[in-house]
């Protein structure tokens, strides 16, 4: 791979590049690939997917060329089939065994049906498995992704998640009868799927009203915080969300660039949506251009929370700047008019 084309897959992102990649698959291929993904992986890559625009045909083909290099750096030789080996176990062990060893290599034939509840929303699920006995609730999040479990355990009672983790801590074989009864509430929870209620993104929302409102913004938000203090520090954070960095004039993100160092942007950069990327180095000079996207290949892989944690960071410095005066800051997409 040269190093121009792993110049551009820095400056882009994997996950714009898999975006421009699924893009350019067209809907039935895309389709296939996307129903292999995680909910997170699904989430992100269709996000960014909705948001692509003005794309230039090089920067395509930059991101197709890398996905065929790093094809072809792969080797040639795939896995077996699940249907290839239960043949083949069913003739060296017997039925009975081959089903046991290939459901320790595949998971438990109830792991696709959990997945699908990956979708769900976390308080429905606590509640269609509150009336169940500790162990059941335990068995129940054993099979869930353990992000969605942490999620369903929070919406249980306080006084029962003790009581639901050391059953958890302590599972190991899983009795068939138990397995047939987990079955059973997960067919339950299927059945009632469509019983469930949309859901309101109401924190962004209402970040999105206050950012449109005239006046004092600042004191309506204090006087929410005298009311509800966690709900106006969730509201507070989601009307200074990364990307409003996009939307600022190229005078304002180079000020906000040179007040934070700039090993931190390499750190928020890392999978940023294009037009928050194109937004800082459309107002840098070449120099420091250079510079970010060397501070950002040196860096390597990130984790995710470390990235979080930079973008926070840096909206925390935008937010204090605002708020002293040193910058006009623009919260949402308007007219502009010369």
């Not at 929303?121 to 609730?137: A, G």
């Not at 931190?264 to 940023?272: C, F, H, N, P, V």
Request: charged letters at 25%; one cysteine or more.
């Amino acid at each position: 791979m040269d190093k121009q084309r792993v110049e551009e897959s820095v400056r882009l992102g994997t996950v714009e590049q898999a975006a421009i990649v699924l893009l350019s698959m067209g809907e039935e291929r895309a389709a296939s690939v996307l129903r292999c993904l995680s909910r997170d992986e699904l989430l992100a890559v269709t996000q960014v997917m909705s948001g692509l625009s003005g794309i230039k045909v090089g920067t395509v083909h930059e991101a197709i060329a890398l996905f065929f290099d790093n094809y072809r750096e792969q080797s040639g030789v795939h896995g077996a089939s699940r249907t290839f080996l239960q043949r083949s176990l069913d003739s060296a062990l017997g039925p009975d065994i081959a089903h046991s060893v290939l459901n320790s290599i595949y998971g438990d034939s109830i792991r696709p049906k959990m997945a699908r509840l990956q979708w769900v929303s976390p308080r429905w699920l606590s509640q269609r498995i509150m009336t169940e006995h500790v162990c059941m609730q335990a068995l129940f999040l054993a099979f869930l992704p353990p992000a969605l479990a942490s999620e369903v355990l929070a919406a249980l009672p306080a006084e029962h998640r003790d009581g639901v983790l050391m059953n958890l801590a302590r599972m190991s074989d899983v009795d068939r009868d138990l397995l047939i009864e987990l079955n059973e509430v997960v067919d339950s929870c299927m059945q009632d799927l469509g019983m469930q209620g949309t859901s309101v993104e109401g924190v962004k929302q209402a970040a999105e009203i206050i950012n449109r409102l005239p006046g004092d913004r600042a004191q309506l938000i204090e006087q929410m915080r005298a009311a509800d203090p966690e709900v106006a520090a969730e509201i507070e954070v989601s009307m200074y969300d990364f990307f409003v960095l996009s939307r600022q004039s190229e005078a304002t993100v180079m000020q906000i660039f040179e007040a934070v160092p700039i090993e931190r942007w390499a750190i928020a950069l890392k999978g940023a949506e294009p037009g928050i990327q194109q937004a800082i180095m459309k107002a840098m000079p070449r120099r420091q251009v250079q510079s970010l996207e060397d501070s950002m290949r040196r860096s390597g892989p990130v984790p995710m929370s470390r990235i979080e944690e930079a973008r926070r960071e840096i909206m925390a410095e935008v937010k204090s700047l605002a708020d002293a005066g040193d910058i006009e800051l623009r919260l949402f997409d308007e007219e502009v008019v010369a």
